[in-house]
């Protein structure tokens, strides 16, 4: 786009040449005027023209591979917890209830069911059709009579007749958030959606504490009407804010996308767009789960226990952050080697960075995030790594399947379940981390989607447990692939341990 001489709004100061020279042409503030019909969207975004401006650069560079250079394993990286640490977790978790700890469950409830659904459009895979056949009525979200009209049906008739219901863009379940999907369903025929189940399980492992749900605007009243009903007493939901949306870049004009009304496309941007959602959170500790990771009554108790373990980790490591820097503070340069060896399990490059009381204080007051993970035993995506952050830590991280580097692909021995206890609170007691201060904002995303049959590429926000907590310190724990219960497609409703 060409530079236009003087915008004649006071945007900029600078002469052209002088943008030309420190930002470069495309960048120039004279461009400004290309979004001037569009001021009034940007304005109730909180944006300015340089936000646009750094989200279409980000979108035509594309994301670039994190810097990830070993994988986590369980002699480097993840802690597996024999029963003395287990029991030391559990008493520290219990000590931080009797001190009045506020808890909090943070569970991002935004995402639609399409996704989950996808499978079920034509033409569908053999095996899905192979599925249904067998199955097709065991689902727990079809009610008595359609279970009985399913397996009457002859079983080449039940995969069209389940994906119709389905998919019916009026009625189907998959016009709805993932969470209001019943996920299980007893004997009696009453079913439960995620909603209720993690209203269920965190009632029986922390009673009254509070949770928080992030949901799509559209269904905020009804699914705060399900919570409700759970009768969990401090129930709160948020939505994504306006601010965290992002615009998208067609991929046949290389321009950014536009309705045929001429505004720019805006789409959430990701669930890093969340990190605002969490930092509003009131709470000294909170719990983050995906709100297709829930169990049945049977197991609940088992991953509570796990939960607790976590939790109790997360207390612990804060005890020992905030001694180290009472220490420094009072003790000085004495303190500098325990500091030290205790930030080596956080940065490997602790020595380098952390070599003064000012340094080592800087490391060390930071959020906590204690996070659990899986054995790896196929899962799709990425997991646990050392990665050479953009502060020169070398520290654990989450790293994405489409984030790793080809070397590392496929070295990974853990999988993220999305199962973190953060620690949030400030070392001197004085309120909240600004969380906003320890992402990473250069680890977007950008992938290739179709919208109204054209090719675009959208860009999301630093994800909320990769980007947007690069600089936190970072502990990994093992925990049983028993904890772990996602629902990715509608078919793993059908898995043994869904049924009653």
Known sequence: MPAIAGCGRGICLKSPSECKTLLGAYFCPMNYGAYENDTDALKARGWTYDSIREQEAQLRSGCQPVAAIAACKTDHGIFVLDSEARSLAQEAHRQSLD?????????????????????????????????????????????????????????????????????????????????????????????????????????????????HFTVPGDFQEAIAAVLAAT??????????????????LSLDTNELVRHASGGLLFRPGGHGALLQNLDAVQGDFVCI?????????SRMANRNAEQEILMGECVRLTEERNRLIFALQTNGADALEEVVQWLINFDEKAHDHATDVNSCLHALDRPIRVAGMVKNTGEPGGGPFWVKQSNGWISPGIVESSELPEDMKGKGTHFNPVDIICSVKRADGEGAYALNDFADRDMFFTARKMWQGKSIRILERPGLWNGAMAHWLTRFVEVPNSTFAPVKTVLDLLKPERQA
Request: proline content about 6%; aromatic content about 8%; cysteine-free.
């Open 289 to 297: 789960r995906n709100i297709d990771n829930v169990v049945q009554d």
């Open 99 to 211: 001190r009045g700890a506020r808890w909090v469950r943070f569970v991002p409830g935004s995402g639609a069911a399409s996704r989950m659904f996808a499978g079920m459009r034509e033409p569908r895979d053999s095996d899905v059709d192979s599925a249904l056949q067998k199955s097709a009525q065991d689902f727990p979200f079809w009610s008595q009579e359609q279970k009985r009209q399913l397996a009457s049906l002859p079983a080449s008739q039940r995969p069209t007749q389940a994906a119709h219901w389905m998919l019916d863009a009026r009625v189907g379940w998959s016009r709805l958030p993932k969470g209001l999907i019943p996920f299980h369903q007893q004997s009696d025929g009453v079913s439960f959606n995620s909603f209720q189940e993690h209203a269920k399980e965190w009632s029986s492992l922390m009673g009254d504490s509070a949770m």
């Open 231 to 248: 009768g969990h007493p401090n129930v709160e939901t948020s939505i994504q804010h306006q601010a965290t949306d992002t615009v998208a």
